[in-house]
């Protein structure tokens, strides 16, 4: 497989040249055999491999990808967070004997940063394009285990031999983010701005305390040391291969549902908030897969649907990436207040809820959500408007029959005979945006706001702004 040499061997200068240079790495690697073709698996420590390698991601004439993709930086940014927080995860692991007050300041900010049940890295795959067709130019020696020779080897590896990362550049640029935002603490000792920080330190100031630096110093350690990134190297590979190999580790397998996903989530607070504050109280149901059935109803929601609505009223997005214990706990207090609130209003969570209530459709609780954040913790924060809020919505008749929801059905007479001359001033201009918001069904009764909900809710929001005299949204 490769070239195994010992010192008898080097006759020569030129022996001595060819044979590599003064900066040579040496890395142990198990040999292996995938589907026929010659790899390595190695495993490095995470900064070792940062240097050793490089994202496969040449240009072609015309500007396109050659091997992949285009780098998403805030999945990157993501994931620098999610392996930060797996090494304050590994101090606290490496010190856990230590009573001392150093160990409260490395859980204080293992709880600001949020911590999980388990947190890994898949292996990364990589081509080492200078190795020959199934590594015929490396130089390396088997190593010999419990007498068997063969399962492993000692390969040495010069400047020229570049790990190009094939599948895996945003767990690379993750741990590049991770390493220069270690490095930049270790050299300036102040914290990066907010915005732009991947540990969410809450403060104004920026100096790092001398406790916390500490901490971080650990961290930097252990990415040069315990916190090892396991690399599949395929060897020889040309770009046509290389882009082969990439189109399908990423596309032959199956994606699961979002549900699903989120249910095996325990890191995210508002998942935690989720679990503990609404789905073991039995306060709402969830059903399985990610699909509702009107004539088949249980009074239950989707996962993704109570995420969701839970996204807009702890951190006014749509999605819950990003959520952090600092961000997201001090909001709690009010999101169980909104559950309680919402409990309350007629034929919620019973049996063909969607049928008896639009409160059972998630877009309309999206609309609710949406305005408790605002009046909670946005730029219309009062406690008395928040009060009259969730004290008042319970009241609100979210029948399908009540004209309102199908405002944009109403003739002109029609409005002024279910009283909703006034609505008018609350609802944006109809010349812009969509206003397809839904349609009231006849023949069913039924009231069926569409599917595009962040075009919807914002509408039925102020719907019922009107309703409860609460101010306009761009008052």
Not at 306 to 311: E, G, L, S, W, Y
């Amino acid at each position: 497989m490769f070239q195994t040499e010992t010192e008898n061997d080097i006759r020569s200068l030129d022996q001595l040249f060819d044979r590599g240079d003064t900066s040579e790495t040496q890395i142990k690697a198990f040999l292996s055999n995938n589907l026929g073709n010659r790899t390595l698996l190695a495993k490095l420590p995470m900064y070792e491999f940062y240097r050793m390698s490089a994202v496969a991601n040449e240009r072609s004439e015309d500007g396109r990808p050659v091997t992949q993709r285009k780098l998403d930086p805030k999945h990157a940014s993501e994931l620098a967070r999610y392996i930060l927080k797996g090494l304050l995860s590994t101090t606290i692991y490496m010190n856990q004997q230590d009573k001392s007050a150093m160990m409260r300041t490395r859980i204080r900010m293992q709880e600001m940063i949020g911590k999980q049940p388990y947190l890994s890295l898949q292996p990364i795959v990589a081509n080492l394009r200078t190795a020959g067709r199934n590594g015929t130019e490396l130089r390396g020696k088997p190593l010999t285990a419990s007498n068997d020779e063969g399962i492993g080897a000692r390969v040495w590896l010069g400047q020229k031999d570049v790990l190009w990362v094939v599948d895996g550049q945003h767990r690379r640029t993750a741990m590049q983010l991770v390493i220069e935002f270690l490095e930049d603490i270790r050299m300036t000792q102040k914290y990066p701005p907010a915005k732009s920080s991947l540990y969410p330190h809450g403060k104004e100031e920026r100096s790092v305390p001398s406790d916390e630096m500490n901490v971080w110093l650990e961290c930097y350690q252990v990415t040069r040391s315990e916190c090892t990134v396991n690399v599949e190297i395929h060897l020889g590979l040309d770009v046509l291969e290389e882009r082969q190999l990439f189109h399908d580790l990423n596309n032959l397998s199956k994606k699961i549902e979002k549900s699903l996903a989120l249910e095996f989530d325990s890191s995210n607070p508002v998942n935690a908030f989720i679990k503990e504050s609404l789905l073991e109280p039995a306060i709402v149901n969830i059903t399985a897969g990610d699909k509702v059935d009107w004539d088949n109803d249980d009074g239950s929601f989707t996962r993704k649907d109570i995420v969701a609505i839970n996204a807009h009223l702890i951190l006014n997005k749509s999605n819950i990436n990003g959520a952090t214990p600092a961000l997201a706990q001090p909001r709690l207090m009010v999101a169980k207040r909104f559950w309680e609130a919402v409990t309350q209003i007629a034929d919620f969570g019973e049996e063909n809820a969607k049928q008896k209530t639009v409160a059972a459709q998630p877009v309309v609780l999206k609309a609710l959500a949406k305005l408790t954040y605002d009046l909670a913790f946005g730029r219309q924060a009062k406690e008395g408007l928040l009060d009259r809020l969730l004290d008042e919505f319970t009241n609100l008749d979210f029948g399908h029959e009540n004209p309102m929801w199908r405002y944009y059905q109403l003739s002109e007479e029609e409005v002024t005979k279910f009283g909703l001359d006034g609505l008018k001033d609350y609802l944006p201009d109809e010349s812009s945006g969509n206003r397809d918001i839904g349609y009231y069904e006849e023949t069913t009764g039924w009231m069926r706001f569409g599917s595009k909900h962040n075009d919807i809710f914002p509408i039925i929001g102020d719907m019922i702004r009107w309703k409860l005299q609460l101010p306009k949204r761009k008052d």
